[in-house]
T-cell receptor
Framework: GNSVTQMEGPVTLSEEAFLTINCTYT??????LFWYVQYPGEGLQLLLK?????DKGSNKGFEATYRKETTSFHLEKGSVQVSDSAVYFC?????????????FGTGTRLTIIP | DARVTQTPRHKVTEMGQEVTMRCQPI?????VFWYRQTMMQGLELLAY????????DSGMPKDRFSAEMPDATLATLKIQPSEPRDSAVYFC???????????FGPGTRLTVL
């Protein structure tokens, strides 16, 4: 079955540091890949996505590239801010269910200190 | 700015009581999901509907959980009887037809004593 493996947290960085959160996946077919972010006390919201190999998703300074050869979708940001503190979830869609069903990773809690 | 709404936001109840959680999906979204989030299990899909028809409820304990969509503007998740292990945050999400992005509500935090 499909699965997503995320970097274990928590991750603590200083403001303006470089961020990488690793994500690898196992899937049949050609899923879309996503990063969702959950701020304290809120639901998840889409941060970025990529729908095919070599696509790069980007939003709010975050980027991730769909790497089929390494089955990875690592999240990066060049300079993090305190406001980026949140839990980040990597996810993939299931082409066998019309890309409706998502499989989520366990989440990585990120804390940015001033 | 259209959003998924969920009520109640917080619920504390005693073991054995019935709990009903409600979700209003974004107008025009035809797919609705129920998830449960716990520290131990992470985010689990409980059930989902397309055009109000249940498509998959394999993640839901059938003996005590039930999910319905009485109409296109309301989805409900019911637990009867509730148990302490049901304590979690329950999220509803909706998705427009033909798209793969899910829009999550703020969640209902359930505590069963």
């Amino acid at each position: 079955g499909n699965s997503v493996t995320q970097m274990e947290g928590p991750v603590t960085l200083s403001e303006e540091a470089f961020l990488t959160i690793n994500c690898t996946y196992t899937a049949t077919g050609y899923p879309s890949l996503f990063w969702y972010v959950q701020y304290p006390g809120e639901g998840l919201q889409l941060l970025l996505k990529a729908t095919k190999a070599d696509d790069k998703g980007s939003n709010k300074g975050f980027e991730a590239t769909y790497r089929k050869e390494t089955t990875s979708f690592h999240l990066e940001k060049g300079s993090v801010q305190v406001s980026d503190s949140a839990v980040y979830f990597c996810a993939l869609s299931d082409p066998n269910f019309g890309n409706e069903k998502l499989t989520f990773g366990t989440g990585t809690r990120l804390t940015i200190i001033p | 700015d259209a959003r998924v709404t969920q009520t109640p936001r917080h619920k504390v109840t005693e073991m054995g009581q019935e709990v009903t959680m409600r979700c209003q999906p974004i107008l025009g979204h035809n797919t609705v999901f129920w998830y449960r989030q716990t520290m131990m299990q992470g985010l689990e899909l409980l059930a989902y509907f397309r055009n109000r028809a249940p498509l998959d409820d394999s993640g839901m304990p059938k003996d005590r959980f039930s999910a319905e969509m009485p109409d296109a503007t309301l989805a409900t998740l019911k637990i009867q009887p509730s148990e302490p292990r049901d304590s979690a945050v329950y999220f509803c999400a909706s998705q427009p037809g033909g798209e793969d992005t899910q829009y999550f509500g703020p969640g209902t935090r359930l505590t069963v004593l």
